[in-house]
Nanobody, 122 residues
Framework: QVQLVESGGGLVQPGDSLRLSCEGSGRSFGAYAMHWFRQAPGKERDFVAAITWSGESTYYGDSVKDRFTISRDKSKNTVYLEMKNLKPEETAVYYC???????????????WGKGTLDTVSS
């Protein structure tokens, strides 16, 4: 079992930056690929970013490329999502997720955090 706890969400203005954290615990956490997904009100959950267990490779959704950065600190069992130039339409609950396989969709992902709400509004 893997437990994931997100933090760092909040209210920001358009154009602001925000960093989310996801602390993991449990067996073999370091061996999992880590992901961030988000779900805006009334919409489906979308892929945002992912990083391999080694941290050597990262993947991003088209809408966040060049603005978001995913990273992991294995010594702290923590994954981060740095978000820059946030837009109002990116208001969503952001979820951290872990799986033995790196995925770009939420179907079949093994472990999920409860999510953290990010609101982008002036």
């Amino acid at each position: 079992q893997v437990q994931l706890v997100e933090s760092g969400g909040g209210l920001v203005q358009p154009g602001d930056s925000l960093r989310l954290s996801c602390e993991g615990s449990g067996r073999s956490f370091g061996a999992y690929a880590m992901h961030w997904f988000r779900q805006a009100p009334g919409k489906e959950r979308d892929f945002v970013a992912a990083i391999t267990w080694s941290g050597e490779s990262t993947y991003y959704g088209d809408s966040v490329k060049d603005r978001f950065t995913i990273s992991r600190d294995k010594s702290k069992n923590t994954v981060y999502l740095e978000m820059k130039n946030l837009k109002p339409e990116e208001t969503a609950v952001y979820y951290c997720a872990a799986d033995g396989v790196l995925r770009v969709h939420d179907y079949g992902v093994a472990y999920w955090g409860k999510g953290t709400l990010d609101t982008v509004s002036s």
